[in-house]
């Protein structure tokens, strides 16, 4: 089992399969979107995203692990959530995951954070559940959206 702890890197999603399945708190997922492609969004409606990189904040207490095991599986899910719908499509995948253990949700305040430097944010995605503009966001290079998960979880930090 990993030991996790506020880490200003990122995780490869490969050593995060190992992850205890009660983790809690929040995370940003990295992902790497090689070409163009259309995901419909549920009642958000359908957009195209152009390639690049996109980083998605999301949190689970008492359940992260299992959430974050479903994002970085090599499987087709059942879209549940916004992100398994993007996930889905072959040509998306988690190239990194940034962790912040907290019995709090941090999800919100991660990405308020992220949107502060990406490139645009995906409106009314990933954020059905709050008032958030969003919880998807957009870099074109891939060192601004790892600039911008270190920040966020620097200073959003967790529960030491």
């Known amino acids: 089992m990993l030991k996790f702890k506020v880490n200003l890197g990122l995780y490869d999603p490969k050593k995060v399969k190992k992850?205890?399945?009660d983790f809690s708190g929040g995370y940003l997922l990295l992902i790497r979107l090689s070409k163009a492609v259309k995901v419909?969004?549920?009642s958000v409606g359908t957009r195209?995203?152009?390639p690049g990189y996109y980083v998605y904040a999301g949190s689970a207490i008492g359940k992260a692990g299992w959430r974050l095991l479903r994002h970085i599986g090599p499987f087709r899910r059942r879209?549940?959530?916004?992100?398994d719908r993007l996930l889905n499509k072959r040509v998306a995948k988690v190239v990194a995951i940034g962790i912040l253990p907290s019995m709090?949700?941090?999800e919100c305040a991660l990405s308020r954070m992220v949107s502060l430097m990406a490139n645009y944010s995906l409106a009314g995605v990933g954020s059905t559940d709050c008032d958030c503009p969003s919880h998807?966001?957009?870099f074109?290079?891939?060192?601004?959206?790892v600039t911008a998960i270190k920040k966020a979880i620097e200073k959003v930090g967790g529960d030491h």
């Open 19 to 21: 992850i205890s399945r």
């Open 40 to 42: 419909k969004f549920g």
């Open 48 to 50: 195209l995203l152009e």
């Open 79 to 83: 879209p549940h959530w916004h992100i």
């Open 104 to 106: 709090r949700r941090t």
């Open 136 to 138: 998807l966001h957009y």
């Open 140 to 145: 074109k290079k891939r060192s601004d959206a």
